[in-house]
Each structure stands twice: as structure tokens, then as C-alpha cells.
């Protein structure tokens, strides 16, 4: 098992490197960029993501002398001070050159400073970790916390009046997306039309530092419950039917009926003898659905709720062209997404011994 664990962490290297020189190709065409938005913002024609140049992309562009040419609105502007922007930025250099200085830094978590916050990138990544955090872990252990059991529940009732009136709420659910969710929950409960019962923004309250324990948890799960709840109530329906359908499966083969046979109780043959078995594909769904809500799922909720998370970073980065907090948030992201994945092969082991990973290929 050790030898695939290392297998599995060595083969992240050669992964995560083809995701960044991917990406990072991909930006060298893409329109407008740091210097470009200086340059917009200097002519008070920044047009935020919407600015782009005409004649080729900066970021791969060398200092050739024709400004005019190679950045829009640059007309007019000393070519001294395009080349100081430029090197100010980094751009100075080939992009192959910026790209394995990039990944040497990479390796050691230096991600450099913000173009536009002039604040350390990883500093800024710790600040707007923990919401997305919450509102990811949250979401996920909540919706497996409902799915699983109901899932159980429709199996073990299936075709009855329960299984197709549950069907019917779930889909429905699954159906809107969880942004109107919030805006619904916005107008009921934070002082729309109907009630004041729960805070409009933030994850913590202006006095949280003041509070005691019970307070501040309190105040979170205060804060937390809204945001959660609207990113739930559409989460579990692909969960909760990947449950009831894995059980069908397991409950009409030959093992579950000699169980049976042998006097077993009900309870017994499902949760001694089938939700091993069951549970198994219901695992593997588990890092898809908190990287899912930890990386993108969360970004309108965030914005709706004003919760200043990871997700609201990467977009405004986006759109400002900040792109040591891109690169930084994509590093930190694919970094991410592969560890948990190696975390839920090993809780395959753990749920069935069965498996022995000394024998499997990565």
C-alpha cells in the first residue's frame, strides 16, 4: 500500500505540470492583461473584463519598440516607461523563462505578490480559505448526511408511494439552481418581504472577536445557514439516487438472499452485509461532490451572501488579470482536487479490506 501511495504522490508532479504549462499557454493568447488595464486605467477607459488589445498578447510579447502596435491605449505614452511596466509585471522576460520560474517557486509555495492588492498572494489565499472551506465541507456532509439514509430508505421501499413522491421533490430541487434557492431564502428570512431572522452578509458578526465559544459558534452556524441550506437543497438528488440505485443492485444478488435465508434480521443483511458493498460507489462520488462545491459551486452563493471566499477571489482575479492569485488558486486548487482523490481510494480500503492496493497499477 505504500508503494502506491508514493506511486500515486509522484505521479501528482508530472500532473499538476501539465495542468499549469496547459493553462499557462492557453493565457499567453488570451485578450488584455496587467499591463494593458494599467494602460486603460491611466486613459480612464478600463473596461474591467471586458479590455482587450488588438495586435497580439502581451504576456508573450517581447519589447520590440512599436508600443503602439502591441498594447491598446498605449499611443502617445513614453516607450521608457511601457518597458518599466513591463518588467514591473514580470513581462520582461521570454514566457518560457517566467513560466519555470514560476514552477521553481511553485514548488516551495512562493507564489509571489498580487498585481493589483500589493499583498502577498498566499496571504491573501489564507485570508478567503476558511469560507470556501465552510461552505464546501458543509454542503457536502450535509447533503450526504441526508442522501445516504434516504437513499437507503427509497431502496428499501422502492415503487412504493414514498419512493415517487421523494422522486418528484428531488428532482424539482435538482432542478433549480441553488442561487434562486438563495434569493428566495434572502427574501423569507433576511428582512425581504416576510422575516429578519438570519444575517444578509458575512460568515461572522462585527463583535465575533468579543464572544465567547458558545457564542461564536453560535454566531457562525448563525451566519452559516442560509448559504449552506441554498447550496444543499440542490446537492444531494445525484447522491441520494446513486445511493438507492447501489443498494437495489446489491440487494437482489445471491449473497443478500442466503443471508436471508440463514434468519438473518433485515437490519443485519443491509447494514452488516450490504451497505459495505453498497457504499462503495457511493464513496467515490464524495471528492467530486466538495471539490465541486469547494472550487465552483460556491461562487454565486458567495457573491449573493457576500461571503469573501476563494471562489469571489478567483473571479475577481480573473477579471482583473491578477495572475499570480490565478495561477496560485489553480496550483492550489489541482493540488487539492489530487489529494483527496488519493484520500478516497484509501477509504476504499477502509470500507473493504478486500482491496489491496500492493497489487494495483496506478
Known amino acids: 500500500m505504500f508503494a502506491y501511495i508514493a506511486r500515486r504522490l509522484l505521479l501528482m508532479i508530472p500532473t499538476i505540470f501539465g495542468i499549469l504549462l496547459i493553462s499557462f499557454v492557453i493565457v499567453q493568447f488570451a485578450p488584455g492583461g496587467p499591463v494593458e488595464r494599467i494602460l486603460a486605467q491611466l486613459q480612464g477607459t478600463d473596461t474591467g473584463a471586458t479590455a482587450h488589445f488588438g495586435g497580439g498578447g502581451e504576456i508573450g510579447a517581447g519589447n520590440t519598440g512599436d508600443f503602439g502596435s502591441k498594447y491598446r491605449g498605449a499611443q502617445g505614452l513614453d516607450p521608457k516607461f511601457i518597458a518599466e511596466l513591463e518588467k514591473q509585471f514580470g513581462f520582461d522576460k521570454p ?41 464546501g465541507l458543509w454542503m457536502t456532509l450535509l447533503s450526504y448526511a441526508i442522501s445516504i439514509p434516504l437513499g437507503i ?54 463583535n465575533f472577536d468579543q464572544l465567547s465559544l458558545p457564542g461564536k459558534v453560535a454566531d457562525y452556524l448563525w451566519h452559516i445557514t442560509l448559504p449552506v441550506t441554498s447550496m444543499t437543497l440542490g446537492a444531494f438528488a445525484t447522491s441520494t439516487f446513486l445511493t438507492k440505485n447501489s443498494f437495489l443492485d446489491e440487494i437482489r444478488k445471491q449473497y443478500v438472499l442466503t443471508a436471508r435465508m440463514k434468519g438473518l434480521s433485515e437490519r443485519r443483511v443491509l447494514y452488516g452485509h450490504v451497505f459495505r458493498n453498497a457504499m462503495m460507489i457511493v464513496v467515490a462520488g464524495f471528492p467530486g461532490a466538495f471539490i465541486a462545491a469547494f472550487l465552483g459551486g460556491s461562487l454565486l452563493i458567495e457573491t449573493i451572501f457576500s461571503l469573501d471566499g476563494l471562489g469571489l477571489l478567483s473571479f475577481e482575479s480573473i477579471v482583473n488579470r491578477d495572475y499570480p492569485v490565478v495561477f496560485a488558486n489553480l496550483y492550489i486548487m489541482a493540488l487539492l482536487g489530487l489529494v483527496v482523490n488519493l484520500l478516497a481510494d484509501l477509504t476504499y480500503m477502509w470500507i473493504d479490506p478486500r482491496i489491496d492496493f500492493s497489487t494495483r497499477e496506478v
Not at 117 to 135: A, M, N, T
Not at 157 to 182: C, N, Q
Open 95 to 135: 514566457a518560457y523563462e517566467r513560466f519555470f520560474l514560476m514552477i521553481k517557486n511553485y514548488a516551495t509555495f512562493q507564489f509571489g505578490r498580487s498585481y493589483f492588492r500589493d499583498v502577498p498572494v498566499l496571504q491573501l489565499i489564507k485570508e478567503k480559505l476558511p469560507v470556501s472551506i465552510s461552505l
Open 153 to 206: 430508505k427509497k431502496a428499501v421501499s422502492d415503487g412504493s408511494r414514498f419512493d415517487i413522491w421523494t422522486s418528484a421533490v428531488i428532482i424539482t430541487g435538482y432542478a433549480i439552481p441553488s442561487f434562486l434557492f438563495a434569493i428566495l431564502l434572502i427574501v423569507l428570512f433576511c428582512g425581504g418581504s416576510f422575516w429578519q431572522i438570519f444575517p444578509l452578509r458575512g460568515l461572522t458578526s462585527e
